[in-house]
């Protein structure tokens, strides 16, 4: 499932395909500059959205072999909650 399809799934429960765009565009921004600031996002029964530190390291060029050195870095994160990971593995 795509955004696309996402919004068609929501417009069949609201009845209006420009409500629902603007309703899942309205979440997914909300998540996105609240993750970017550092403050994670709760969503019970669904999981967690926060920002983790990805420590430098160093990497190898794989069709040269020389080292590289990977700056820090934070990139985005999700923990599933318990009732999701349930209905994933057919518990519910």
């Not at 997914?28 to 420590?55: M, N, P, S, W």
């Not at 080292?67 to 990971?85: E, L, M, Q």
């Amino acid at each position: 499932m795509n955004k696309r399809d996402l919004i068609d799934a929501i417009s069949g429960r609201l009845g209006d395909k420009k409500t629902a765009t603007e309703a899942v565009n309205a979440v997914l921004d909300t998540i996105q500059q609240t993750v970017a600031k550092g403050d994670k996002v709760a969503i019970t029964g669904f999981g967690v959205f926060e920002k983790a530190e990805r420590a430098a390291r160093t990497a190898r060029n794989p069709s040269t072999g020389a080292t590289i050195n990977v700056p820090a870095s934070f990139v985005p994160k999700f923990r599933p909650g318990a009732d999701f990971k349930a209905l994933v593995n057919g518990e519910k």
